[in-house]
């Protein structure tokens, strides 16, 4: 009875330490890009998303709460504290108190944890379903029930509505049901499989049409070998480390994952948790990969949030598995690590750039739109070159008294898909609603994505641009990393603005380009 007391008291130290971290500098930057795009899902108030789930819960969020960094980044917070409970049951459950607390305590301090629990994306209410379906299925084993199998079938389904990528991991739950644990589960798996197809048929149009618009190109790289090693590091000490301590990580997880898969193989009959944690870990890891090089590159380390408990279970287990003198070493190298990971992360410093784009540094846009809104002038207009900054902008200058008046969406037929969509940009200036742009070369679009820019009323290119008519046209551009350097598109449009117009006023604002042509005179 002493021993569970101190392990509660140890998992309350662990929550608490946690807490700190995530609520710590929580409203500090400016949303950004994806963040926003959190904002205008939750507005619109139809389901164009095959993952709605925290779209809706973001728009009740923001109805009783309203709208700011920290406000909308709280729920990120509860479910990734309440992923560290659940991981803790879980750990308990397959391995023991101490490999529980241990695997706890990196995920609370984990840099890769903490970024996605403090943004107002849906990655921590994933993780936390994900937790859950497995919490029920490793119940099953225990005691197999109806209630425990609706528990498994319902948290799956809400998994499946918050990410494509529960797929991979309901894939290891199959694996798991038909191979490790017997056939005597079919029956029941089989009862909940059907609800949750049943349940999921209204999303499917709308899944098999993210999969064949991003099949028609995106900015996702295809992966290779080298960056399944970059994963294992990301997703233990973040994206905010050093070469040297990625590579540190890297080769020390793939020792204990040896020593892991060494001792699941001796105790394979007598501890079959260790095969099933090593299962849903790597299977779909694996998945992801293969379908990646074979089909539609969807390979991305936050995708893959929903399989770091089973990590940090196998870590945790293997440091406990060593021998003394080798613990230390290894308790040591994994805790200076998290250390340089989590002050990089808080100051900022991103000296690796992500192999696969979508990791940037938060930098400000609050300046950069008081800049324009004290040098626009009535008949001006205003056009983007990245999205990078379009959307963060049309946020922060948008008409006060509602969150969701910078972004607005028109179905032009009866499918609610993104394919029969227009989506508009708006911003709130001097007092009017004024329209944003995308300004765009049709030629480096097309080269680099591999498909056309969407019809829809706000994209210009940049033979169209007389028909705005404007006085004076501001063209703001910048690259994802907002360095101050343009990206190929940006160079492009301004090469050919500087043809066109006359440039009347150039100034560079964290990051953000500002260049206002004069389009007469």
Request: aromatic share 18%.
């Amino acid at each position: 009875m002493d021993q569970v007391k101190k392990g509660y008291r140890t998992l309350i130290v662990v929550l608490i330490a946690g807490l700190a971290l995530r609520v710590f500098r929580l409203g500090t930057h400016d949303f950004w890009h994806d963040e926003i795009c959190s904002i205008g899902f939750a507005g619109v108030g139809r389901l164009i998303d095959n993952q709605p789930l925290y779209y809706l819960f973001l728009r009740f969020w923001i109805k009783f709460f309203g709208v700011s960094e920290t406000v909308l980044r709280i729920p990120s917070v509860f479910f990734s504290i309440f992923s560290l409970v659940i991981l803790y049951a879980l750990g308990r459950r397959m391995f023991n108190e101490r490999v529980a607390l241990y695997a706890t305590a990196l995920m609370a301090v984990s840099p890769f944890q903490l970024w996605y629990a403090q943004e107002a994306r849906a990655y921590s209410m994933f993780l936390c379903f994900a937790l859950l379906s497995t919490l029920c299925l490793r119940q099953t084993l225990d005691k197999s029930s109806v209630r425990t199998w609706l528990g498994f079938g319902l948290f799956s389904l809400l998994g499946m509505l918050t990410s494509y990528f529960y797929v991979f991991i309901f894939a290891a739950h199959l694996t798991h049901i038909f191979f490790l644990r017997g056939w005597r589960s079919v029956l029941p798996f089989i009862l909940t499989l059907l609800l949750f197809f049943a349940a999921y048929l209204p999303f499917l149009e709308k899944a098999l049409f993210i999969f064949y618009y991003i099949s028609a190109g995106f900015w996702s790289e295809v992966p290779r070998l080298k960056h399944i090693g970059m994963t294992l590091s990301n997703l233990i000490v973040g994206y905010n480390s050093t070469i040297f301590i990625s590579t540190v990580i890297t080769a020390v997880s793939c020792i204990l994952l040896a020593i892991f898969a060494l001792v699941g193989f001796k105790e394979r009959k007598g501890h079959k948790d260790i095969l099933r944690c090593f299962f849903y870990f790597s299977l779909p890891l694996v998945l992801a990969f293969l379908f990646s090089r074979l089909f539609v590159p969807v390979y991305m380390d936050r995708g893959l949030i929903a399989i770091t408990p089973f990590y940090y279970l196998i870590i945790a287990f293997s440091i406990t598995s060593l021998r003394r003198v080798f613990r230390y070493l290894a308790v040591i190298a994994v805790c200076a690590s998290l250390v340089v990971g989590v002050v990089s992360y808080y100051c900022d410093w991103l000296s690796i750039p992500y192999w696969n784009g979508g990791i940037y540094i938060k930098r400000p846009v609050k300046p950069a739109v008081s800049f324009l809104k004290k040098n626009f002038s009535t008949g001006d207009s205003i056009a983007f070159t990245n999205n990078a900054a379009m959307l963060p902008f049309s946020f922060y200058a948008r008409e006060p008294s509602s969150p969701y008046s910078f972004y607005r969406v028109s179905f032009k037929g009866a499918s609610k898909t993104l394919s029969f969509m227009d989506q508009n940009f708006y911003s709130y200036i001097q007092g009017r609603e004024t329209p944003l742009y995308y300004l765009f070369d049709p030629a480096v679009l097309n080269r680099s994505i591999g498909r056309g820019v969407e019809p829809y009323q706000c994209n210009i290119r940049i033979q169209d641009v007389a028909s705005l008519k404007a006085k004076r046209i501001w063209v703001i551009c910048s690259t994802w990393e907002r360095d101050g350097r343009l990206d190929e598109n940006s160079e492009s449009v301004k090469k050919w603005m500087d043809k066109t117009y006359r440039l009347q006023m150039s100034r560079t604002i964290d990051g953000i380009v500002f260049l206002c042509y004069l389009t007469h005179g």
